[in-house]
Every structure is written in C-alpha cells, then in structure tokens.
C-alpha cells in the first residue's frame, strides 16, 4: 500500500467529523472519495496531509508512520494536495504561483519549463501572466491542480478539482487526469458523478464520518446503501 489509515477519527468538540476509518490506497490507483456535503472527506484527507491532527488513529505513507509527521515533511514524502478553499496567492500570476510549488522539488533549470507546462496542460496557458486573483473560481482550481502535480508527487490528493468548470474545461481535466495517472496515485474528492465514473478505479464513499462502501464504480452506483444515503434512486 502507498497509503494506509487505521482507525483514523477526527472530532471537533462535540461533533464526530470522522469515525474508526481504515483507508487503504495501492500505489498507481485512482481513486474516488464521495458522500454528501459533512460527510468528513475534506476532514480525511486533512488528517491525510497533516493540515488537521487526528484525534486517534494513524496514517502511513509507504510503510512509515507519518500520524505525527508535519504537513510540510508529508511534502518532502511526496505527498502534495489542493484544497478547496483555494491556496492561491492573488496577487501573483498563475506563472509565478505555479513557480512557487516547482521551486520547492525541482532543480532551478527546470523550473521555467515545468511551470508552462504545467499551465498548458491544465489549459491556462492564455491566462498565464495574469493574477490569479482575476481567475474565475473554476481555473483557480485548475492552477492549484498545476500547483500540485507540477511537485510530482507520489500521492496528489485533490479536494473537488472541478467546482466552477465549463463541460469543456471538465473534458479536459478527465484527459489531464488520465495522463497523470501513468505516473501518480491519485485520491480525488469529487461530487461531479461523470468525473467519477470514468475517472476512478475504485471509490470510496463516506457518510457521517464512516466509511458506507468501497467498490468499483459500477459497484457503487449500484449499491443500495449508496444510492440511499447519496446518489438518489433516480
Ligand atoms: N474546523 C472545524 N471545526 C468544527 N467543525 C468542523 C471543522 N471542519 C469541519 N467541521 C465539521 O465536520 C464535518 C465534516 O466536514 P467536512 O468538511 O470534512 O465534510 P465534507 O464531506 O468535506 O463536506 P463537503 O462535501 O461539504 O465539503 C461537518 O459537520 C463540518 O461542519
């Protein structure tokens, strides 16, 4: 396993965000974490990266324990993630907010390159040396999903990477994503259902913090519990 959680729960006073979850991801693997709004995916994968302590519980990262490593060290480990309230800088272009991410892993040679590379295959290359405060919510998703990958990780963990895109834009970050499946696992917080389906080799889905189902797609748009609890029965 890339990533393994055993018994991992988070609870802010009172409420119980996330309860007992025993995640496991195999290296080379998409994989998809639904369930509907509060259900605890953003809290998971927070506990993931290091941005939230859990309350019990572990996380491994290629057979080390890294419960209690900081986020910046499960950086260096390869593991680099995107939020959903954007981590942008405003007031930098795209160029030099992608730059910032490639500056941390990658020799300085290659930093020039690996940034328009970046921005072309997220398909920004047009906004490029615009602030990215002036980008619509949707492609400052896309420049943090450059952010990430252009680190290369091992592990990108992306939380809702398609809010605020056009049907084309989406097309076009199915095909990025399938690229970067060659060379990443990736572990995607994701309520477009499309995205999903073509996307994910397995999917997980939560529901008030526990883990309801885990299967292949198919599997679980066909899974009762799921379909109650979060697709609908239509
Ligand atoms: N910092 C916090 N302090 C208190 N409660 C929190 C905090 N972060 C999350 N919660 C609560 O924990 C629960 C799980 O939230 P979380 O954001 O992980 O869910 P989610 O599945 O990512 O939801 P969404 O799909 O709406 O993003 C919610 O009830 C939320 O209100």
Same mark, same amino acid.
């Given at each position: 396993m890339l990533l393994s959680t055993r018994g991992l729960s988070k609870h802010f006073d009172g409420l119980q965000a996330v309860t007992d979850v025993d995640f496991d991801l195999p290296e080379g693997e998409v994989r998809a974490l639904i369930g509907p709004n509060g259900a605890g995916k953003t809290t998971l994968v927070s506990m993931i990266c290091g941005r939230l302590a859990p309350s019990s519980g572990s996380v491994h990262f290629e057979g080390q324990d890294i419960t209690r490593l900081p986020a910046h060290k499960r950086v260096c480990l390869g593991i680099a993630y995107t939020f959903q309230i954007t981590s942008v800088f405003p007031r930098l272009t795209a160029r030099e907010n992608v730059a910032l991410a490639a500056r941390r892993h990658l020799p300085k040679a290659e930093v020039t390159d690996a940034v328009e590379n970046a921005l072309d295959r997220v398909g920004l290359q047009d906004r490029i040396d615009e602030d990215a405060g002036n980008l619509s919510y949707g492609h400052q998703r896309l420049l943090e999903t450059a952010m990430g990958f252009v680190q290369k990780p091992r592990l990108l963990i992306l939380d809702e990477p398609t809010q605020g895109l056009a049907d084309s834009e989406i097309e076009r970050f199915k095909s990025l994503i399938n690229e970067l499946r060659q060379t990443t696992t990736i572990l995607l917080i994701e309520h477009n259902m499309s995205v999903v389906m073509e996307l994910?080799?397995? &999917?997980? &889905?939560?529901?008030?913090? @526990?883990?309801?189902? @885990? #299967?292949?797609?198919? @599997?679980?748009?066909?899974?009762?519990? &799921?379909?109650?609890?979060?697709? #609908?029965?239509?």
């Open positions: 994910a080799d397995r &999917v997980t &889905v939560l529901n008030f913090g @526990e883990c309801l189902a @885990e #299967g292949t797609p198919q @599997e679980i748009h066909e899974n009762p519990k &799921v379909q109650a609890a979060y697709l #609908g029965t239509g």
